[in-house]
Antibody
Framework: DVQLVQSGAEVKKPGESLKISCQGSENSFTNHWIAWVRQTPGKGLEWMGIIWPGDSETYYNPSFKGQVTMSADKSITTAYLYWSRVETSDTAIYYC??????????????WGQGTLVSVSS | VLTQSPATLSLSPGERATLSCRATQSLRSSVAWYQQKSGQAPRLLIYGASIRAPGIPARFSTSGSGTDFTLTISELEAEDVGVYYCQQRTNGLTFGGGTKVEIK
């Protein structure tokens, strides 16, 4: 089964750019949707969007559209989440996870280990 | 919106744990359930038509439809401590707020 390994913790100042990554362990990475999920103490788990690494097709949660950009490089089985200008409210743990939809059901698994993003002046 | 209850469940080893997930609108399909242990990423427990993910013990089971869903841990073990989340995809894609399971 695919394993997802995320990049390390980041400490940023407001207004800086940031890109975090999620690398899959096998070529089947490009044949599944990859989701990004944000976790904060106040809002819990929030689905941000999904990307198909094979052709970089994306769907965003309307709450996050325009705030972040998802991308992928299938040649290195890696998905990315990018902020052009981070804000303090972006402080959170970000997870990538394989997203599967079948027979009307949807679930996420496996998950990456998470990337802690801290934004503070 | 998914509402999980109780917020915290404190039980003794061997007891039965019943976790509730209630939707504000009827869901077309069952919710998925996840377990998150302290300092770890969520882990898929049960998905689809009550299918346990690989490696998930048989003491975990689910039931429910429409607006009311339940995760049951038949005989609680110490390793089951953590926060449990439900997730739906009928009305947008959302997670519940979680139920924290503790051992007395």
């Amino acid at each position: 089964d695919v394993q997802l390994v995320q990049s390390g913790a980041e400490v940023k100042k407001p207004g800086e750019s940031l890109k975090i990554s999620c690398q899959g362990s096998e070529n089947s990475f490009t044949n599944h949707w990859i989701a990004w999920v944000r976790q904060t103490p106040g809002k819990g788990l929030e689905w941000m969007g999904i990307i198909w690494p094979g052709d970089s097709e994306t769907y965003y949660n309307p709450s996050f559209k325009g705030q972040v950009t998802m991308s992928a490089d299938k040649s290195i089985t890696t998905a990315y989440l990018y902020w052009s200008r981070v804000e303090t409210s972006d402080t959170a743990i970000y997870y990538c996870a394989r997203s599967i939809t079948a027979e009307g059901f949807n679930w996420f698994g496996p998950w990456g280990q998470g990337t802690l993003v801290s934004v503070s002046s | 919106v998914l509402t999980q209850s109780p917020a915290t469940l404190s039980l003794s080893p061997g007891e039965r744990a019943t976790l509730s997930c209630r939707a504000t609108q009827s869901l077309r399909s069952s919710v998925a359930w996840y377990q998150q242990k302290s300092g770890q990423a969520p882990r898929l427990l049960i998905y689809g038509a009550s299918i346990r993910a690989p490696g998930i013990p048989a003491r975990f089971s689910t039931s429910g439809s429409g607006t009311d869903f339940t995760l049951t841990i038949s005989e609680l073990e110490a390793e089951d401590v953590g926060v449990y989340y439900c997730q739906q995809r009928t009305n947008g894609l959302t997670f519940g707020g979680g139920t924290k399971v503790e051992i007395k």
